[in-house]
């Protein structure tokens, strides 16, 4: 086991520095996550050799440019198991797919009565969209409570469903406390009422959750910097059916079929939302990214993962000082928490100064942090080459953390 994440780190060049002048202990992964070497010189390739804008077929370059932006759109179909290619739309990431859709859904002929369903864990980019739609259409916007454990309350589920709701977007995974929710028990609920379902799998895209097809959303976003990718690029997935009623939300070149300067036409899905040049590389940078991680043991590096949080989990739990929070045992490799009396920034200050890298604030959401009583947490969270020594480190640099401010 050790072997194959050595292995692994190998792949990953920035393991290798230094923070003053110790070793990075890379425990942020659910803001953004490293980045392996083989999608590093995808990038370095295209802007080495191959670079040409596409779509536009007039030489060999931008033919060739084409081919690999419609391979990494196979590569996303085949990943997260969508019917065709034309489901898959590359967008600047999570906030823009949402954005994209909470826009073009204002052209649905919704009234004053109608309502659009979150949750009270999502993060900002899958609730403030939502406030804009609501404010311009004069709609309301109702959220899913969290109990106390910081799971969903599946009983204020039910109880807010009606036939007024029309749209429900939820996260897959907590950023914020690492609960997966069960989506696909939420999702077959709101058939029943006809809703629209919306999933944000920002957090959940990495740890091998995602079947569109078995979850049966009609629609699901992520972002490419969460799954080794580079910024700058994500997708949004929308089922044919309803994608393809959805007006443009851009446009510009590349999304039309014909323009006169009163009136235009406009390509059918993919394309439909892909107006002006769209991130060559890094769309190629996410396909390979894909790649990879498909060529990884992954039930390996999960079990490791969940290893990794359990002992994280079982320290905190162990010391009287430290409060979890969410409680949840449907736990992403994500873990949150503060150290009484302490203020989570000062945390994360002594552990930076140990070379290790944490997230600590709201982490995007206020919404739930105000659930909790608190303004932020600690938030360790661990990926695909992280290993039990870097888990143990951790916990050593905490507790010294602990005895500094207490
Ligand atoms: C990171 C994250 C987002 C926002 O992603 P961007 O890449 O900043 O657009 C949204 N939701 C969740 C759950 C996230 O973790």
Redesign the pocket.
Known sequence: MNNDIDDLRQQFPQLKRTIRGQPLLYLDN??TTLKPLDMIQALNSYYSNDVANIHRGAHYLGDQGTSFYESSRETVRSFINAESRDEIVFT?????GLNLLANTFSSFPWNSEDEILISAM??H??IVPWQLLAQKRNLKLKAIPVTDRGELDLDGLRKKLNHKVRVLSL?Q???ALGTINPVEEIIQICKQWNIVTVI?A??SIALGLVDVQKMDCDFLVF?G??IFAPNGV?VLYGKKKLFSQLPPFQGGGSMIRNVTIEESSYLDLPHRFEAGTPPIAEVIGLGCALEFLKKQNLVKIHENEKKLTQIVLDFIRSQKNFRLVGQTNQRAPIVSFLISGTHPNDVGHLLDQQGIAVRTGHH?CQPLMNRFGITGTVRVSFSIYNTEHEAHSFLKALDKVQRLLL
Do not use: F, I, L, M
């Open positions: 659910a803001a600047r990431g999570t906030t823009e999502e993060h980019s899958n996260t995974v907590s950023n944000d920002a957090q972002s910097h969460k994500g995007c």
